[in-house]
């Protein structure tokens, strides 16, 4: 079964306006990944955080994560219409196995 | 991080007939992982491959419908089985590497 749920499930904005997807999750985890797929194909790795850690950022990309409350969310800053994809989030729940658990995913639309 | 190439990228096959997807990686793991991405879906964990034991399959795939081989520490193949129409969908297999994950391009099936 899913791990992770998240939300929204679609968002549609304005290039230049900011994204913010969210993640909870169900037990304790190892990490937690972020993902980007393009029209259906292969994964891109976004972002990595730790359960030790509150926050990350990359580049135009900002993760948080609350473990007391078993959220994590995605933050896009500046959006551009290239960043419109299926955003999901995964977590990998003992030692770095690999073995990762998906939730559902969010549809991002960026207009130009 | 490691790098898998994965075969084939897409496939249309005929209902009753197997599949065989294939993903070699650039470095030597331990554990292979085969996801399935049901269309509109997010991903599920299919099985962990091991080289040197049987595959562990997670609630819901059984080895009659999905086998899958690890005859070395750099590749393994999936079977598609008997396949129906349910079946269509992207196959993906993924490694983790000293903390980093790689995802293959992926495969995806339609069964006519």
């Known amino acids: 079964s899913q791990q992770g749920e998240e939300d929204p499930q679609a968002l549609s904005i304005q290039e230049g306006e900011n994204a913010t997807m969210n993640c909870s999750y169900k037990?304790?985890?190892?990490?937690l990944q972020w993902y980007r797929q393009n029209s259906g194909r292969g994964l891109v790795h976004l972002i990595l955080?730790?359960?030790?850690?509150r926050e990350k950022h990359s580049g135009r990309l900002r993760v948080t994560l609350d473990t007391s409350k078993k959220s994590s969310s995605l933050l896009i800053t500046a959006s551009r219409a290239a960043d419109t994809a299926s955003y999901f989030c995964?977590?990998?729940?003992?030692?770095?196995?690999?073995?990762?658990?998906f939730g559902q995913g969010t549809t991002l639309q960026v207009k130009p | 991080s490691a790098v898998i190439s994965q075969k084939p990228s897409r496939d249309i096959c005929q209902r009753g007939t197997s599949l065989t997807i294939q993903c070699q990686v650039d470095s030597q793991v331990t554990m292979m992982f085969w996801y399935r991405q049901q269309p509109g879906q997010s991903l599920t964990l299919i099985a962990t491959?091991?080289?040197?034991?049987?595959?562990?399959?997670e609630s819901g795939f059984v080895i009659d419908k999905f086998p899958i081989s690890r005859p070395n520490l750099t590749f393994s193949t999936l079977t598609v089985s008997n396949m129906s129409p349910e079946d269509s969908s992207i196959y993906l297999c993924s490694v983790a590497l000293t903390g980093s994950y790689t995802f293959g391009s992926g495969t995806r099936l339609t069964v006519v």
């Open positions: 995964a977590t990998d729940l003992s030692s770095n196995t690999g073995k990762l658990i």
């Open positions: 955080i730790r359960s030790n850690e």
């Open positions: 491959a091991n080289q040197g034991s049987e595959a562990t399959y």
């Open positions: 037990t304790s985890i190892n990490n």
